[in-house]
């Protein structure tokens, strides 16, 4: 009986290993297309033309934000928000309450709907 489960365990390890490879291979497939998918991507011409960033001169202020990543679905809706040159700020929440959204757009990565 041992013999026999032995024997039976070295017989599927080779099966084992190639649907680990297989494994291996369609995740790498995967991460490929999203890479090759990014280097396809036109580059956006208008980055060249625009003025240097030189610091924080002024306050930064939302006014009646609106924000959505799927129309007519808002995540961000009338926000209010002022922070004053040289103030620091913490933003925090739990998971999904638009701590990162918030910073995405204050960085510019997306457009407002409204505000």
């Not at 990014?38 to 208008?46: K, M, S």
């Not at 980055?47 to 002024?58: A, N, R, V, W, Y």
């Not at 808002?74 to 040159?85: A, G, R, V």
Request: charged letters at 25%; glycine letters at 6%; aromatic letters at 12%.
């Amino acid at each position: 009986m041992v013999s026999f489960i032995s024997y039976a365990q070295i017989f599927f390890y080779p099966i084992r290993e190639i649907s680990e490879k297989i494994s291996i291979f369609q995740s790498s497939i995967a991460a490929a297309e999203r890479v090759f998918g990014l280097l396809d991507e036109p580059e956006e011409e208008h980055l060249d033309t625009g003025e240097s960033f030189s610091g924080i001169t002024k306050n930064i202020k939302f006014e009646n934000v609106c924000f959505s990543y799927i129309p007519k679905k808002e995540i961000i809706n009338n926000l209010n928000l002022t922070i004053k040159k040289g103030e620091k700020l913490a933003i925090v929440g739990h998971t999904g309450a638009g701590k990162t959204t918030i910073s995405s757009i204050l960085k510019r990565f997306y457009d407002i709907n409204k505000g």
